[in-house]
């Protein structure tokens, strides 16, 4: 059954132009006849559409494919390869033209607008009862929507902090670990005392500065977004909220131990000055590693720490989801090649060719991902914390970050703002943004 | 003009840990061809340059077969209707791309050619036919009218004059409009992506997406020399015809 397309779908200028561009295509293309599905002999192909992009992670997919294939001959997947930066354009026109993929990788944060306009099926009667046990229900949340699961999480991503291992030692700062991580306090003074002639102790990379802070501030109880009674999801920036966005203010323009040159940059770009020893600290993915094991320097010293706790050592992230069409007529079959796909040891294939936390309980305890070398087994402790983040199914989201926090935090960063002017931007300008889709 | 492709040619020489370097060199000190090695590897880039090529060469053709009859005609006849044809054709330049494509899957869905390498070279030639024809028309009316009427005065019939005084001179235009539709394909990424689903089918331009990861995080080095491999022909194309380029545009601008 379709759904009514929700007030809230994502309305940007690169969704608007791919809409234009879908509107005829829902009612013009032609579907997936059952003629290319299931040629003579009952055979059916679904067709599988992945992100993957980094070479590790391509073959691990196209290899996972093939032994499907070897092992069904009457379920052929076809391998159908999908880019991130157009994977939402290019499903919103794919679903309004009739020709999406059968199985569709994504990133739970992008699924809403696909979940609530009745795209993708509902998986809940379909999941295998070992999946589902498998995966923890913090981790099903990201794929819920309106109580139904529309994607089956599988890879995750926690923010920890990649350090330079020499200047920890030098500075003589306490090394903190999973189980014994530091404060936000605590935080701020290793950074202190890190920061000496021309390096500074942290580097924060805030090109894009909502979803790391919001996903941070979980650490420290911070919601933003908080639900009422009649369900409807108002802004709030209250205390607990503020911590870390303070922190990160404070650091950049009161006692200056980060970088103010790196706010404006990517996650990569930061990793020159980090390999030269401009910073000590980079918040990072914990994907970037595979970055830093390409590119560092022989000899460079790095190493994985965990993101600082506050009153929990949670934080927010959006894993990647494969989602089933809800026009795919093989549903139960997209289903087992979903399961196929994430078996334990596959996860871990999968975890290992993206330098990725896997969410299956069984794949976490695999020892490939439980090595010291490139600190997996640091990300595979942080599993336990990891949370859907706060803004995962806020309809007006989309919109609340472009217009109002993304220049409100910005702003705040560089010290052109202070706390109060942000807050009356998020809170007050931010709300009826939100409004807007909730009436 | 030079910078970004020379930036481009060094990056895709370079091994990963020179990427990442705080003093970019404008030189490799190690140049590798792994980044080739794994730009192959990693996607068809050799199918979809495939891809790409047949769709910009027969976009080409079609292109310059529609528009030089057109282009004589606009040029040579001076009337209302040819006034209006040609403002016609600069207005439609401004038409946002949302505006063009909806009437195009209007027509692919009639043909049934979705998904199609015929529906996206004729969105192709559509796309670039207006240009080319404004491009022709400027070099129709580069040639002498009274060139024309000399042939005429000596004999030669309408036909005659046509292929034998007209053509030669206007080849050189043909030439430069039809590397011009050429490269306005090869570079071409939206109606590629949109309306092409099949892998086996996708050019370049799109492939290319595929070493982008979430975030902007990219694969430079293979990144890199697959761009590297996208730009020569049009690029080497651009510096055949520059200044023949230049010259269409220009020819007729001014009465002589």
Not at chain 1, 148 to 171: C, D, K, M, T, Y
Not at chain 1, 240 to 268: C, E, F, K, W, Y
Not at chain 2, 143 to 154: F, G, K, Q, T
Request: glycine fraction near 8%; include cysteine.
């Amino acid at each position: 059954m379709r759904h009514d397309p929700a007030p809230g779908r994502r309305v940007t200028r690169r969704g608007l132009l791919a809409a234009a561009a879908a509107l005829p295509a829902a009612a013009l293309l032609p579907g997936c006849s059952d003629g290319r599905r299931r040629p003579a002999g009952g055979r059916i192909t679904l067709r599988f559409q992945s992100l993957a992009w980094q070479q590790d992670s391509l073959k691990a997919n196209k290899q996972l494919v093939a032994e499907w294939n070897r092992q069904h001959p009457d379920i052929r997947v076809q391998y159908v390869q999908g880019a991130w930066p157009t994977v939402h354009d290019q499903l919103l026109t794919s679903f309004e033209g009739g020709e999406a993929p059968d199985i569709i990788h994504d990133a739970s944060d992008d699924l809403a607008d696909f979940a609530y306009g009745g795209d993708l099926a509902d998986l809940t009667a379909l999941l295998p009862p070992r999946l589902k046990r498998d995966i923890p229900q913090r981790s099903w949340e990201t794929g819920t929507f309106d109580g139904r699961i529309h994607g089956v999480p599988f890879l995750q991503e926690p923010r920890v902090l990649i350090a330079n291992r020499a200047e920890l030692h030098r500075s003589g700062v306490r090394i903190p670990t999973p189980e014994h991580p530091w404060t936000w306090q605590e935080f701020e003074e290793a950074a202190q005392r890190l920061t000496r002639g021309s390096t500074y102790g942290v580097a924060w990379p805030l090109k894009e500065p909502v979803s790391a802070t919001l996903n941070l501030a979980l650490s420290t109880g911070g919601q933003i977004f908080h639900r009422r009674r009649d369900g409807k999801v108002e802004v709030r920036f209250d205390a607990v909220d503020q911590r870390v966005p303070r922190t990160i203010h404070d650091q950049v323009n009161v006692d200056r131990s980060a970088s103010r040159t790196t706010l404006g940059m990517g996650g990569s770009d930061t990793l020159p000055g980090f390999f030269a020893g401009r910073y000590a600290m980079v918040p990072l993915g914990f994907s970037y590693r595979q970055q830093i094991a390409q590119q560092a320097p022989r000899g460079f010293d790095w190493t994985v720490l965990p993101a600082p706790k506050g009153t929990a050592l949670d934080q927010g992230v959006s894993p990647q989801t494969l989602s089933i069409a809800e026009d795919c007529p093989y549903k139960e079959e997209a289903m087992a090649f979903i399961d196929f796909f994430l078996s334990p040891p596959n996860m871990v294939r999968l975890a290992l060719g993206d330098w990725l936390l896997p969410t299956g309980q069984e794949a976490l305890k695999d020892p490939a991902l439980r090595v010291a070398r490139y600190d997996w087994a640091t990300g595979t402790a942080l599993a336990d914390s990891l949370r859907s983040a706060p803004a995962q199914s806020v309809r007006g989201y989309p919109e609340w970050k472009d217009k109002i926090a993304t220049p409100g935090l910005q702003e705040y960063y560089s010290g052109a703002i202070g706390l109060d002017t942000l807050r009356k931007r998020l809170v007050e300008d931010g709300n009826p943004v939100l409004a807007r889709y909730q009436r | 003009m030079a910078f970004p492709f020379l930036w481009l040619l060094s990056t895709a020489f370079k091994p990963p840990r020179e990427l990442a370097g705080l003093h970019p060199t404008w030189i490799p000190e190690a140049p590798t061809l792994d980044n080739f090695r794994q730009a192959f590897a990693q996607q068809p880039l050799a199918a979809a340059a495939g891809n790409s090529l047949l769709a910009a060469a027969v976009s080409a053709l079609l292109a310059i077969l529609l528009a030089t009859p057109m282009a004589y005609v606009l040029a040579r006849v001076r009337n209302r209707l040819s006034r209006a044809a040609t403002g016609w054709v600069v207005i439609s330049q401004a038409f946002p791309l949302v505006l063009v494509i909806i009437p195009l899957f209007l027509i692919l869905k009639g043909l049934h050619l979705v998904d199609s390498r015929i529906g996206l070279i004729m969105v192709y030639v559509v796309w670039s036919l207006p240009f080319a024809l404004w491009m022709l028309t400027g070099y129709v009316r580069s040639v002498p009218r009274e060139l024309e009427e000399a042939a005429a005065m000596d004999g030669a019939g309408r036909l005659r004059t046509l292929v034998s005084v007209t053509a030669p001179l206007l080849a050189p235009g043909i030439v430069a409009t039809a590397l011009f539709a050429f490269i306005t394909a090869w570079n071409e990424f939206f109606f590629a992506l949109v309306l092409l689903k099949s892998p086996e089918k996708q050019t370049l331009p799109v492939v290319l997406t595929h070493f982008l990861g979430a975030e902007g995080v990219a694969d430079l080095g293979p990144l890199a020399a697959a761009a590297l491999l996208a730009t020569l022909p049009s690029l080497l194309l651009f510096a055949v015809i520059q200044r023949r380029i230049t010259g269409g545009m220009l020819a007729g601008a001014v009465k002589s």
